[in-house]
Protein backbone atom coordinates (compact mmCIF):
# COMPACT_ATOMS: atom_id res chain seq x y z
CA UNK A 1 0.00 0.00 0.00
CA UNK A 2 0.92 3.60 -0.40
CA UNK A 3 1.20 6.06 2.27
CA UNK A 4 -1.87 7.45 2.16
CA UNK A 5 -3.73 3.89 1.59
CA UNK A 6 -2.11 2.61 4.69
CA UNK A 7 -3.34 5.68 6.54
CA UNK A 8 -6.66 6.21 5.59
CA UNK A 9 -6.89 2.39 6.70
CA UNK A 10 -5.92 3.03 10.12
CA UNK A 11 -7.22 6.72 10.49
CA UNK A 12 -10.12 5.97 12.76
CA UNK A 13 -7.87 4.00 15.04
CA UNK A 14 -5.87 6.44 15.60
CA UNK A 15 -8.20 9.11 16.24
CA UNK A 16 -10.08 7.09 18.68
CA UNK A 17 -6.57 6.24 20.66
CA UNK A 18 -5.80 9.85 20.64
CA UNK A 19 -9.50 10.89 21.60
CA UNK A 20 -9.48 8.56 24.44
CA UNK A 21 -6.17 9.57 25.70
CA UNK A 22 -7.43 13.16 25.35
CA UNK A 23 -10.99 13.68 25.87
CA UNK A 24 -10.73 16.09 23.06
CA UNK A 25 -11.62 15.98 19.50
CA UNK A 26 -10.50 18.79 18.51
CA UNK A 27 -6.78 18.11 19.78
CA UNK A 28 -7.16 14.47 18.84
CA UNK A 29 -7.59 15.49 15.53
CA UNK A 30 -4.74 17.96 15.50
CA UNK A 31 -2.32 14.46 16.59
CA UNK A 32 -3.95 12.79 13.59
CA UNK A 33 -2.82 15.46 11.36
CA UNK A 34 0.82 15.80 12.45
CA UNK A 35 0.80 12.00 12.48
CA UNK A 36 0.14 11.50 8.71
CA UNK A 37 3.03 14.76 8.22
CA UNK A 38 5.46 12.34 10.10
CA UNK A 39 4.07 9.36 8.35
CA UNK A 40 4.53 10.75 5.00
CA UNK A 41 8.01 11.19 5.26
CA UNK A 42 8.73 7.49 6.69
CA UNK A 43 10.08 4.88 4.01
CA UNK A 44 7.40 2.18 3.93
CA UNK A 45 10.18 -0.24 2.95
CA UNK A 46 11.62 0.49 6.81
CA UNK A 47 8.26 -0.51 8.52
CA UNK A 48 7.42 -3.92 9.01
CA UNK A 49 4.06 -3.09 11.20
CA UNK A 50 2.21 0.18 9.35
CA UNK A 51 -0.14 -0.16 11.80
CA UNK A 52 1.66 -0.33 15.27
CA UNK A 53 4.05 2.17 13.69
CA UNK A 54 1.19 4.75 13.75
CA UNK A 55 -0.30 3.72 17.00
CA UNK A 56 3.08 4.24 18.46
CA UNK A 57 3.20 7.72 16.87
CA UNK A 58 -0.18 8.79 17.72
CA UNK A 59 0.45 7.88 21.47
CA UNK A 60 3.56 9.55 21.61
CA UNK A 61 1.86 12.62 20.39
CA UNK A 62 -0.76 12.42 22.51
CA UNK A 63 1.23 11.70 25.17
CA UNK A 64 3.04 15.41 24.34
CA UNK A 65 -0.51 17.25 23.98
CA UNK A 66 -1.52 15.65 27.16
CA UNK A 67 0.97 17.79 29.58
CA UNK A 68 -0.24 20.67 27.42
CA UNK A 69 -3.90 19.88 28.46
CA UNK A 70 -3.56 19.10 32.36
CA UNK A 71 -1.43 22.91 32.60
CA UNK A 72 -4.61 24.44 30.23
CA UNK A 73 -7.43 22.86 32.66
CA UNK A 74 -6.09 23.85 35.77
CA UNK A 75 -7.73 27.24 34.57
CA UNK A 76 -10.72 26.24 33.24
CA UNK A 77 -14.21 27.49 34.05
CA UNK A 78 -16.01 25.73 36.08
CA UNK A 79 -16.61 22.01 35.46
CA UNK A 80 -14.85 20.10 32.60
CA UNK A 81 -16.25 17.65 30.27
CA UNK A 82 -15.19 15.73 27.56
CA UNK A 83 -16.12 17.31 24.37
CA UNK A 84 -19.02 15.45 22.76
CA UNK A 85 -19.10 13.23 19.67
CA UNK A 86 -21.67 12.76 17.37
CA UNK A 87 -21.37 8.74 16.49
CA UNK A 88 -23.99 6.40 14.99
CA UNK A 89 -25.81 3.74 16.91
CA UNK A 90 -24.32 1.06 15.26
CA UNK A 91 -21.25 2.18 17.92
CA UNK A 92 -23.20 1.19 20.54
CA UNK A 93 -22.92 -2.83 19.08
CA UNK A 94 -19.16 -2.52 20.37
CA UNK A 95 -19.76 -2.59 24.19
CA UNK A 96 -16.05 -2.12 25.25
CA UNK A 97 -15.79 0.39 22.55
CA UNK A 98 -18.65 2.29 23.04
CA UNK A 99 -18.11 2.28 27.07
CA UNK A 100 -14.13 3.29 26.92
CA UNK A 101 -15.72 6.40 24.99
CA UNK A 102 -18.33 6.95 27.30
CA UNK A 103 -18.58 9.81 29.12
CA UNK A 104 -18.32 8.42 32.25
CA UNK A 105 -15.31 6.76 31.80
CA UNK A 106 -13.33 9.55 29.84
CA UNK A 107 -13.95 11.55 33.45
CA UNK A 108 -12.87 8.36 35.01
CA UNK A 109 -9.68 8.34 32.72
CA UNK A 110 -8.91 11.91 33.21
CA UNK A 111 -7.86 10.66 37.15
CA UNK A 112 -4.73 8.49 35.42
CA UNK A 113 -1.26 9.69 35.27
CA UNK A 114 -0.61 10.43 31.81
CA UNK A 115 1.59 7.61 31.22
CA UNK A 116 -1.11 5.04 33.14
CA UNK A 117 -4.04 6.60 30.91
CA UNK A 118 -1.80 6.00 27.86
CA UNK A 119 -0.94 2.06 29.02
CA UNK A 120 -4.51 1.41 29.86
CA UNK A 121 -6.06 2.93 26.81
CA UNK A 122 -3.58 0.83 25.05
CA UNK A 123 -3.74 -2.43 26.67
CA UNK A 124 -7.26 -2.70 28.20
CA UNK A 125 -9.33 -0.75 25.19
CA UNK A 126 -7.50 -1.48 22.27
CA UNK A 127 -5.39 -4.97 23.29
CA UNK A 128 -1.80 -3.92 22.10
CA UNK A 129 0.75 -6.20 23.55
CA UNK A 130 2.77 -5.05 26.10
CA UNK A 131 5.95 -4.99 24.17
CA UNK A 132 4.47 -2.17 22.08
CA UNK A 133 2.92 -0.49 24.50
CA UNK A 134 6.80 -0.37 26.02
CA UNK A 135 7.69 1.05 22.62
CA UNK A 136 5.20 3.75 22.79
CA UNK A 137 5.48 4.82 25.73
CA UNK A 138 9.25 4.29 26.38
CA UNK A 139 8.96 2.26 29.23
CA UNK A 140 10.12 -1.41 29.53
CA UNK A 141 7.15 -4.28 29.20
CA UNK A 142 8.11 -5.31 32.72
CA UNK A 143 7.17 -2.08 34.00
CA UNK A 144 4.28 -1.54 31.59
CA UNK A 145 2.74 -4.81 32.92
CA UNK A 146 3.00 -2.72 36.50
CA UNK A 147 1.52 0.31 35.19
CA UNK A 148 -1.09 -1.78 33.77
CA UNK A 149 -2.18 -2.94 37.04
CA UNK A 150 -2.31 0.16 38.71
CA UNK A 151 -4.17 1.72 35.75
CA UNK A 152 -6.97 -0.91 35.79
CA UNK A 153 -7.09 -1.10 39.63
CA UNK A 154 -7.68 2.61 39.57
CA UNK A 155 -10.36 2.36 36.70
CA UNK A 156 -12.32 -0.46 38.33
CA UNK A 157 -12.75 1.53 41.64
CA UNK A 158 -13.87 4.40 39.96
CA UNK A 159 -15.42 2.80 36.98
CA UNK A 160 -19.57 3.15 36.66
CA UNK A 161 -21.21 0.04 37.21
CA UNK A 162 -23.82 -0.11 34.92
CA UNK A 163 -26.14 -3.33 35.32
CA UNK A 164 -28.55 -2.02 32.04
CA UNK A 165 -28.58 -3.46 28.34
CA UNK A 166 -28.11 -0.84 25.94
CA UNK A 167 -31.89 -1.24 25.28
CA UNK A 168 -33.10 0.13 28.38
CA UNK A 169 -30.20 2.85 28.75
CA UNK A 170 -31.85 4.18 25.56
CA UNK A 171 -35.16 3.71 27.27
CA UNK A 172 -34.46 5.15 30.72
CA UNK A 173 -32.65 8.46 28.23
CA UNK A 174 -36.42 8.87 26.42
CA UNK A 175 -38.16 8.41 29.62
CA UNK A 176 -35.92 11.83 30.81
CA UNK A 177 -35.75 13.80 27.29
CA UNK A 178 -39.97 13.43 27.30
CA UNK A 179 -40.53 14.64 31.05
CA UNK A 180 -37.76 17.53 30.89
CA UNK A 181 -39.47 18.75 27.51
CA UNK A 182 -43.52 18.12 28.85
CA UNK A 183 -42.15 19.94 32.43
CA UNK A 184 -43.87 16.02 34.08
CA UNK A 185 -42.01 16.51 37.13
CA UNK A 186 -43.14 13.50 38.86
CA UNK A 187 -42.24 11.47 35.61
CA UNK A 188 -38.80 13.58 36.09
CA UNK A 189 -38.46 12.61 39.19
CA UNK A 190 -38.97 9.24 38.80
CA UNK A 191 -36.19 8.56 36.53
CA UNK A 192 -33.44 10.48 38.89
CA UNK A 193 -31.34 8.92 41.57
CA UNK A 194 -31.91 10.21 44.95
CA UNK A 195 -28.11 10.92 44.78
CA UNK A 196 -27.85 11.71 41.33
CA UNK A 197 -25.36 14.53 40.03
CA UNK A 198 -25.35 17.12 37.22
CA UNK A 199 -22.57 18.68 35.95
CA UNK A 200 -22.43 21.38 33.33
CA UNK A 201 -19.78 22.74 31.37
CA UNK A 202 -19.85 26.32 30.11
CA UNK A 203 -16.34 27.06 29.70
CA UNK A 204 -16.90 30.00 31.00
CA UNK A 205 -18.36 30.97 27.61
CA UNK A 206 -21.91 30.74 28.31
CA UNK A 207 -23.80 30.34 31.16
CA UNK A 208 -23.61 26.89 33.47
CA UNK A 209 -23.47 25.82 37.17
CA UNK A 210 -19.80 26.49 38.36
CA UNK A 211 -19.89 23.24 40.80
CA UNK A 212 -21.77 19.98 40.43
CA UNK A 213 -25.29 19.99 41.25
CA UNK A 214 -26.02 17.04 44.21
CA UNK A 215 -29.37 15.46 44.57
CA UNK A 216 -32.30 14.57 43.26
CA UNK A 217 -34.49 17.75 44.43
CA UNK A 218 -31.58 20.48 43.12
CA UNK A 219 -31.00 19.00 40.23
CA UNK A 220 -34.53 18.90 39.90
CA UNK A 221 -35.01 22.27 40.51
CA UNK A 222 -31.92 23.34 38.12
CA UNK A 223 -33.47 21.60 35.41
CA UNK A 224 -37.54 22.55 35.25
CA UNK A 225 -36.44 26.24 35.82
CA UNK A 226 -34.00 26.06 32.66
CA UNK A 227 -36.66 24.15 30.61
CA UNK A 228 -38.92 26.70 31.56
CA UNK A 229 -37.11 29.60 31.28
CA UNK A 230 -35.70 29.03 28.05
CA UNK A 231 -38.39 26.81 26.17
CA UNK A 232 -35.84 24.33 25.40
CA UNK A 233 -36.51 21.43 22.84
CA UNK A 234 -34.65 18.43 23.63
CA UNK A 235 -33.79 16.31 20.25
CA UNK A 236 -32.69 12.51 20.59
CA UNK A 237 -29.17 11.80 19.55
CA UNK A 238 -26.10 9.17 19.71
CA UNK A 239 -23.04 10.86 21.59
CA UNK A 240 -20.24 8.74 22.29
CA UNK A 241 -21.75 5.36 21.63
CA UNK A 242 -24.97 5.88 23.98
CA UNK A 243 -28.47 7.37 23.67
CA UNK A 244 -28.16 11.17 24.73
CA UNK A 245 -30.20 14.65 24.06
CA UNK A 246 -29.43 17.61 21.76
CA UNK A 247 -30.70 20.97 23.01
CA UNK A 248 -32.10 23.51 20.68
CA UNK A 249 -33.69 26.77 21.36
CA UNK A 250 -34.88 29.12 18.35
CA UNK A 251 -33.63 26.28 15.75
CA UNK A 252 -29.89 26.35 17.30
CA UNK A 253 -28.06 23.87 19.31
CA UNK A 254 -27.56 25.08 22.84
CA UNK A 255 -25.96 22.03 24.07
CA UNK A 256 -25.80 18.49 24.61
CA UNK A 257 -26.50 15.86 27.51
CA UNK A 258 -25.37 12.36 28.29
CA UNK A 259 -26.39 10.15 31.05
CA UNK A 260 -24.92 7.34 33.13
CA UNK A 261 -27.43 5.04 34.25
CA UNK A 262 -27.28 2.57 36.96
CA UNK A 263 -30.32 0.21 37.92
CA UNK A 264 -32.72 1.79 35.50
CA UNK A 265 -31.91 5.16 36.87
CA UNK A 266 -29.75 8.26 36.33
CA UNK A 267 -27.40 8.56 38.56
CA UNK A 268 -25.55 11.20 36.54
CA UNK A 269 -25.86 14.07 34.11
CA UNK A 270 -23.03 15.27 31.91
CA UNK A 271 -24.40 18.96 29.86
CA UNK A 272 -22.16 20.56 27.27
CA UNK A 273 -23.06 24.21 27.03
CA UNK A 274 -19.43 25.20 25.55
CA UNK A 275 -19.61 26.05 22.04
CA UNK A 276 -16.11 25.44 21.27
CA UNK A 277 -17.38 21.71 22.04
CA UNK A 278 -20.34 21.82 20.47
CA UNK A 279 -18.73 23.13 17.11
CA UNK A 280 -18.15 19.86 15.73
CA UNK A 281 -21.29 17.91 16.09
CA UNK A 282 -22.71 18.28 12.30
CA UNK A 283 -21.16 15.37 11.42
CA UNK A 284 -20.82 11.73 12.40
CA UNK A 285 -17.52 10.45 13.74
CA UNK A 286 -16.07 7.52 12.88
CA UNK A 287 -14.27 5.17 15.88
CA UNK A 288 -12.70 1.98 15.66
CA UNK A 289 -10.54 -0.52 17.37
Known amino acids: MSHTQEFVTHRSLLFTVAYEMLGSAADAEDVVQEVWLRWAAVDLDEVREPRAYLVRITTRLALNRLRTLARRREDYVGPWLPEPLLTSPDVAEDVALAD ?7 L ?4 LGETERAVFVLREVFDLPYAEIAEAVGRTPEAVRQVASRARAHVDERRPRSSVTRAQQQAVVERFRTATASGDLQQLMDVLAPDVVLLTDGGGKVQAA ?4 LGRDKVLRFLSARAGALSVELLPVWLNGQPAMQFVIDGERDGVGTALIEDGLVTALYLVRNPDKLARLGEEVALAR
Open 108 to 111: VLET
Open 100 to 106: SVSTAML
Open 210 to 213: LKPI
